[in-house]
């Protein structure tokens, strides 16, 4: 554990995201890793909801569409402090500036289906997100948008991967800081 405040200069981000998939454990991930190592957390779709930066509603998915400008505009000024988890499930539209890692969170499918039924995923939603994450959509989508070496897969299927996954990321940190302080 980090004493004090732990200055990433000048980002993380922590692409927990299976590739995109929604209930691969993203959330629980961020927020326990941003405790343990003295950063700070943001969910992208907490901050769309609480300022509203959405651009229209999507009628077929039954969600808010994001306005990916608005959200770069909210989350500059943070970023450009550095020490920053960053937690959604997409990544084309931030700026590859932003971040030194890309850690994407992988679930077996059954072990997803059951996450998101649980959740109310229903039809094409639950299928959608299921074969996002069976073709590797999004993880692709990473490695496209950011350097090759700085995207990671983790598995996320069992509380045992969650202790290793925040294991291996802290010590990341911990050598980060070594080189880069």
Same mark, same amino acid.
């Given at each position: 554990?980090?004493?004090?405040?732990?200055?990433?200069?000048?980002?993380?981000?922590?692409?927990?995201?299976? @590739?995109?998939? @929604?209930?691969?454990?993203? *959330? *629980?991930?961020?927020?326990?890793?941003?405790?343990?190592?003295?950063?700070?957390?943001?969910?992208?779709?907490?901050?769309?909801?609480?300022?509203?930066?959405?651009?229209?509603?999507?009628?077929? +998915?039954?969600? @808010?569409?994001?306005?990916?400008? #608005?959200?770069?505009?909210?989350?500059?000024?943070?970023?450009?402090?550095?020490?920053?988890? !960053?937690?959604?499930?997409?990544?084309?539209?931030?700026?590859?500036?932003?971040?030194?890692?890309?850690?994407?969170? #992988?679930?077996?499918?059954?072990?997803?289906?059951?996450?998101?039924?649980?959740?109310?995923?229903?039809?094409? /939603?639950?299928?959608?997100?299921?074969?996002?994450?069976?073709?590797? *959509?999004?993880?692709?989508?990473? !490695?496209?948008? +950011? /350097?090759?070496?700085?995207?990671?897969?983790?598995?996320?299927? *069992?509380?045992?991967?969650?202790?290793?996954?925040?294991?291996?990321?802290?010590?990341?940190?911990?050598?980060?800081? /070594?080189?880069?302080?």
């Amino acid at each position: 554990m980090f004493e004090g405040t732990c200055k990433l200069s000048p980002y993380l981000l922590l692409w927990v995201w299976s @590739p995109g998939t @929604p209930g691969v454990g993203k *959330t *629980t991930l961020g927020k326990e890793l941003a405790s343990r190592a003295g950063l700070s957390y943001v969910n992208v779709g907490d901050l769309a909801k609480e300022g509203e930066l959405y651009e229209g509603f999507d009628e077929e +998915y039954d969600c @808010p569409i994001l306005d990916e400008d #608005r959200v770069i505009d909210e989350l500059e000024d943070r970023m450009s402090e550095g020490g920053v988890i !960053v937690d959604y499930h997409g990544c084309d539209f931030f700026p590859e500036r932003w971040f030194h890692i890309v850690f994407v969170l #992988r679930t077996e499918n059954s072990c997803l289906y059951d996450r998101l039924e649980s959740r109310g995923y229903t039809g094409k /939603k639950l299928q959608d997100n299921i074969q996002c994450e069976i073709f590797q *959509t999004l993880y692709e989508e990473a !490695v496209l948008s +950011y /350097k090759k070496e700085i995207v990671h897969q983790l598995p996320s299927n *069992t509380p045992e991967d969650l202790e290793r996954n925040l294991d291996q990321i802290m010590q990341w940190i911990e050598q980060w800081m /070594k080189d880069n302080n």
